[in-house]
């Protein structure tokens, strides 16, 4: 297998192919997805003067320049831009909570910029790559006993993979041979990592497009400090 991973641009831009991922307050997006349907409902509708279906005379028709028309198009411009902004904010706070403890200055900002020189390499390349020799730790661990002692794994099949640059961990146990477990610990971090990158993007982009070197520059020790509250 190599040992370098990489993803596509399209992937790291569209967060990859798995769809959105379910937040904490997906209720309440739920709900403004509902709002903005029936917004869309009450200023497209049928006129049952004119009958018939489809596109075209007898079909839809619009209510131009209506205040329910504007509603709507203001909720979809608030959830298109600030809420995926606000989503990817909070998922990239969880990644810097897991940062490791540092025994001081020094140390926390040598690992600071680390994991910005290895963002910004992301997000400048359109691309998420991993050098599984040097990015990464793996660790392998005796599986956990199963109820009633039974299945007890004598071998260390369990692996624990640690991406370096940024304290990721992903630990995979599925079977009882090692080697398929590591192979499947490097896919989910690589689908981690990935994520974790449009989520930067989405964050830091204002319109579609590409980003600028100014804007990727930001991502800085002194933003995330301030990501912290530091």
């Known amino acids: 297998m190599s040992n370098r991973f990489e993803t596509t641009d399209d992937a790291l831009i569209n967060g990859g192919g798995d769809g959105d991922k379910p937040v904490e307050n997906s209720g309440e997006v ?5 709002e ?18 489809g596109g075209g005379k007898g079909g839809k028709e619009r209510a131009k320049g209506s205040k329910t028309s504007a509603k709507a198009f203001e909720i979809s411009v608030s959830f298109s831009k600030e809420k995926r902004k606000e989503e990817a904010q909070g998922r ?3 990644v810097l909570q897991s940062f490791p403890r540092f ?19 992301c997000l400048e390349n359109k691309k998420v790559a991993v050098n599984l020799e040097s990015d990464c730790r793996f660790d392998f661990i005796r599986s ?12 260390a099949s369990s692996v624990r ?11 995979n146990e599925e079977t009882r041979d090692q080697l398929r477990n590591k192979e499947a610990a490097e896919r989910l971090l690589l689908e981690a990592l990935r994520d974790h990158v449009a989520d930067w993007y ?8 590409a980003l600028s070197p100014e804007i990727i520059n930001s991502v800085s020790p002194d933003l995330i400090l301030r990501f912290l509250g530091e």
């Open 30 to 34: 739920k709900e403004e997805k509902k």
């Open 36 to 53: 903005l349907w029936e917004a869309y409902e009450d200023f497209e509708h049928v006129n049952p003067e004119r009958g018939g279906k």
């Open 92 to 94: 990239i706070m969880g």
């Open 103 to 121: 025994k001081n200055a020094e140390e926390e900002n040598r690992f600071f910029e680390g994991y910005c020189s290895w963002v910004r390499n």
């Open 144 to 155: 956990h006993t199963k109820a009633g002692g039974q299945n007890v794994n004598k071998v």
């Open 161 to 171: 993979v640690t991406h370096k640059p940024t304290n990721m961990v992903v630990r």
């Open 202 to 209: 989405s964050y830091l982009a204002l319109e579609e497009g």
